[in-house]
Structures are given as C-alpha cells and as structure tokens.
Nanobody, 126 residues
Framework: QVQLVESGGGLVQAGGSLRLSCAAPGRTTFSMYAMGWFRQAPGKEREFVAAISGSGGSTNYADSVRGRFTISRDNAKNTVYLRMNSLKPEDTAVYYC??????????????????WGQGTQVTVSS
C-alpha cells in the first residue's frame, strides 16, 4: 500500500501560480513508481494533467497544460511536484496525485494507476 498526501492547493487569481506537492511518507521504493497528476472539476470527468516516470527522465503532459505546468520529483524526499503557472479559471478543479507501479511509464491513463491521494482543491478566480 502506498499512502499519498497532497498539499499546496488554494485560491489564486488568473495568471497566478501555485505549486502542488504529493508526498509518499516512508516509502523507500518511491523511485520505482511513476507518478501522475489528474484533476476533476465539478460535473466533469477526471482528466489527465501530467505524469513523470520513476527516474524522472520521462514526462507527459495534457495539451491543455503543456507549457504552463511542470511536473518534477525528488526521490530523496519521496515527493512529486506540479508547478502551475499562468493559471486560468478553467484550471479550477480538485487535483489528485497517483502512483503507478510500472515506474518506467508516464501514463495518461487513470486506470493504470494503483494508488491515489485524497485530492487538493485549486480555485482560479477570474
């Protein structure tokens, strides 16, 4: 079992920035897991945002966030980050991090992820 704890969400004005963090406390094999960020807005389906392989050497982004968001990880701290710049009101959602035991893949498919965090709310005001 992998516990994932997200933090860093909040309220920000359009054009602003936030950095989300997702920690896997005590997980000595964190680098074996690919990590992804997904989001779900009210009334909408969950959608892929970004993913990173276990080594950090491969990343994958949704077209809607490419160039504005950056996913990174610090395996020594068992933490993955999502830096979000130039935020738009349509980025408003609950953001979830997820872990995939197939660490060499940075998948955009939610069903391929084995563990999920509880989510953190991001609200972008216009």
């Amino acid at each position: 079992q992998v516990q994932l704890v997200e933090s860093g969400g909040g309220l920000v004005q359009a054009g602003g920035s936030l950095r989300l963090s997702c920690a896997a406390p005590g997980r000595t094999t964190f680098s074996m897991y690919a990590m992804g960020w997904f989001r779900q807005a009210p009334g909408k389906e969950r959608e892929f945002v970004a993913a990173i392989s276990g080594s950090g050497g491969s990343t994958n982004y949704a077209d809607s966030v490419r160039g504005r968001f950056t996913i990174s990880r610090d395996n020594a701290k068992n933490t993955v980050y999502l830096r979000m710049n130039s935020l738009k009101p349509e980025d408003t959602a609950v953001y979830y991090c997820a872990a995939d035991h197939l660490g060499y893949i940075s998948s955009s498919v939610a069903d391929e992820y084995d563990y999920w965090g509880q989510g953190t709310q991001v609200t972008v005001s216009s």
